[in-house]
T-cell receptor, first 115, second 111 residues
Framework: GAVVSQHPSRVICKSGTSVKIECRSL??????MFWYRQFPKQSLMLMAT?????????EQGVEKDKFLINHASLTLSTLTVTSAHPEDSSFYIC???????????FGEGSWLTVV | GEDVEQSLFLSVREGDSSVINCTYT??????LYWYKQEPGAGLQLLTYIFSNMDMKQDQRLTVLLNKKDKHLSLRIADTQTGDSAIYFCAVPRGGYNKLIFGAGTRLAVHP
């Protein structure tokens, strides 16, 4: 079946630095991927929609200059958290529709801790 | 916008059935999803139901959909300790299947 892979699964970075999270579709082409964020004990909130070959669409309240999304190929979308602060510490998870367009699969998620 | 609501906590005895409920507001959704999240892990797709169906059964899982009342439920038969997790219902919003999640129901299974 379709598999979406994220890397890294856990990352610790210093405040003020940038960190990149990768989301790959392993056996299908994903023209659209979605990035979510989950704070501890909360539900997942959609951050942005990543479109291959074009600019991402951000949800209200999400800073596009802080959370840079690049979807340069049909199998890879990246989320870069720039100038990270401790309040950016969260669980970031991507998802994509499979090739049938019926099923949404999620990556394993990435735990970001900013110290 | 889409609102998806779930009860936050459910405690059941091992071997009993668990029923997790979800209500949503957007009536245009085509597929509705249930995901499972174990502690410290990502999301696992459990099952989904198409909006023209009333029921879908998959082994121990039964999904019921009342489209008129916009109510979705997930029944887990013979609940086991390994079923302890947070269960999210999710409803697509818009043409790209962006998912709107409920707050999640934490299922605790005790002996």
């Amino acid at each position: 079946g379709a598999v979406v892979s994220q890397h890294p699964s856990r990352v610790i970075c210093k405040s003020g630095t940038s960190v990149k999270i990768e989301c790959r579709s392993l056996d299908f082409q994903a023209t659209t991927m979605f990035w979510y964020r989950q704070f501890p004990k909360q539900s997942l909130m959609l951050m942005a929609t990543s479109n291959e070959g074009s600019k991402a669409t951000y949800e209200q309240g999400v800073e596009k200059d802080k959370f840079l999304i690049n979807h340069a190929s049909l199998t890879l979308s990246t989320l870069t958290v720039t100038s990270a602060h401790p309040e950016d510490s969260s669980f970031y998870i991507c998802s994509s529709l499979d090739s049938s367009g019926n099923t949404i699969y999620f990556g394993e998620g990435s735990w970001l801790t900013v110290v | 916008g889409e609102d998806v609501e779930q009860s936050l906590f459910l405690s059941v005895r091992e071997g009993d059935s668990s029923v997790i409920n979800c209500t949503y507001t957007d009536s245009s959704s085509t597929y509705l999803y249930w995901y499972k999240q174990e502690p410290g892990a990502g999301l696992q797709l459990l099952t989904y139901i198409f909006s023209n169906m009333d029921m879908k059964q998959d082994q121990r899982l039964t999904v019921l959909l009342n489209k008129k009342d916009k109510h979705l439920s997930l029944r887990i038969a013979d609940t086991q300790t390994g079923d302890s997790a947070i269960y999210f219902c999710a409803v697509p919003r818009g043409g790209y299947n962006k998912l709107i999640f409920g707050a999640g129901t934490r299922l605790a299974v005790h002996p």
